[in-house]
C-alpha cells in the first residue's frame, strides 16, 4: 500500500489548510486512515483517525478545530484544519492499517506562521 499526502504549505494563524492522502496498491481493505504529525525536536503525535465506521478520534490539541473525513470508493482520507495555530507547524504523516498492518506515507509539510 502506498499512502501519497498532498496539501501541506504555509498558512497564517487562524488560516485553514486541507490535506489529503490517497491510498494506492494491492490491498482488500483498510481498517482505518489517519494523520499523525511530528514537529521540529518533538515525538510523533496522533492528530485524527477514521475508521471504517466512520468513528474517529482526534489528539488533544486538535479537537474542535480538526475534521477527519474519508471517501471509501476513492480509498482517500482528508484533514480540514480551522483556525491554525503556530504549534501546528510540522510533517503531517498519513496512516493507514489493514490487514494487521501499519502503513505511512512520506509526509507533508505545514508552517503557520504567527
Known amino acids: 500500500v502506498q499512502l501519497v499526502e498532498s496539501g501541506g504549505g504555509l498558512v497564517q494563524a487562524g488560516g485553514s489548510l486541507r490535506l489529503s492522502c490517497a491510498a494506492s496498491?494491492?490491498?482488500?481493505?483498510?481498517?482505518?486512515m489517519g494523520w499523525d504529525r511530528q514537529a521540529p525536536g518533538k515525538e510523533r503525535e496522533l492528530v485524527a483517525v477514521?475508521?471504517?465506521?466512520?468513528?474517529?478520534i482526534y489528539g488533544d490539541s486538535v479537537k474542535g478545530r480538526f475534521t477527519v473525513l474519508r471517501d471509501f470508493a476513492k480509498s482517500t482520507v482528508y484533514l480540514q484544519m480551522n483556525d491554525l495555530k503556530p504549534e501546528d507547524s510540522g510533517v503531517y504523516f498519513c496512516t493507514a492499517h489493514g490487514g494487521g498492518i501499519a502503513f505511512w506515507g512520506k509526509g507533508t509539510s505545514v508552517t503557520v506562521s504567527s
Open positions: 477514521i475508521s471504517h465506521d466512520d468513528t474517529t
Open positions: 496498491g494491492t490491498f482488500l481493505s483498510l481498517n482505518d
